[in-house]
């Protein structure tokens, strides 16, 4: 895809990444990130860099390749390090610090390394704005699923409740009915009778209504 415009190439890539990706497409979100990679703003600029390959990070996780995924996470966040302080496109600004540690803790999460997800999740939200509610929410549900399949599934529905208390009765978007769904789906495996799941069942139950 030639452009005269190299961030506005990476853009077009970046987002075909993230639509493939919320499809479960995988290898096409891996192809439109490698794409994203090669772009011309991407081989000048770390910043795009490190965005195309935190998307390829993901797909890899996602294909089951956690390996690759783990080494093109690194990558992501070595060039972002590497990042100057400069005037990029307004809508380059969700992309930071906050978010590259929320995608590394999706990574971490598919690829198995709970441990890490978990570790990342508590950096994404250290530095997510307390006003930017969906983000808080969402990197607060991963962390709660990094809990729970490490075996701490009190401390888990604790966090994950913390979700509809950041979303403050607002309606959940997609993903985030996903990963909640995910993360009952979990604790009613792993704690099917223990008083705090029958406590979330009736948090869910209540919220879901309002949906």
């Known amino acids: ?105 999706v990574v971490h999460y598919n690829s198995g390394h709970h441990a890490h997800a978990e570790a990342m999740a508590h950096r994404a939200l250290a530095k997510i704005p307390t006003a930017f509610r969906r983000n808080r929410a969402l990197a607060t549900a991963q962390l709660a699923l990094a809990q729970l399949d490490q075996g701490e599934p009190e401390q888990a529905t604790t966090t994950a409740a913390d979700v509809f208390t950041i979303t403050n009765g607002d309606p959940l978007p997609g993903r985030m009915r996903t990963l909640i769904g995910d993360f009952h789906r979990g604790l009613f495996v792993l704690a099917p009778s223990a008083s705090y799941a029958r406590d979330w069942a009736d948090r869910m139950r209540t919220e879901w209504s309002r949906a």
Request: glycine residues 6%; charged residues 20%.
């Open 1 to 105: 895809m030639p452009s005269q415009d190299g961030p506005t190439e990476t853009r077009v890539w970046v987002n075909l990444s993230m639509l493939a990706y919320q499809r479960q497409n995988w290898p096409e979100a891996l192809a439109a990130a490698q794409a994203a990679q090669a772009s011309s703003a991407a081989r000048r600029d770390p910043f795009f860099d490190s965005l195309g390959r935190v998307r390829a990070a993901l797909a890899y996780a996602a294909l089951g390749d956690g390996r690759i995924a783990v080494r093109s996470l690194g990558s992501a966040q070595d060039a972002f390090t590497r990042t100057l302080e400069r005037e990029r496109p307004r809508w380059t600004a969700f992309y930071g610090q906050a978010e590259l540690d929320h995608l590394a803790a």
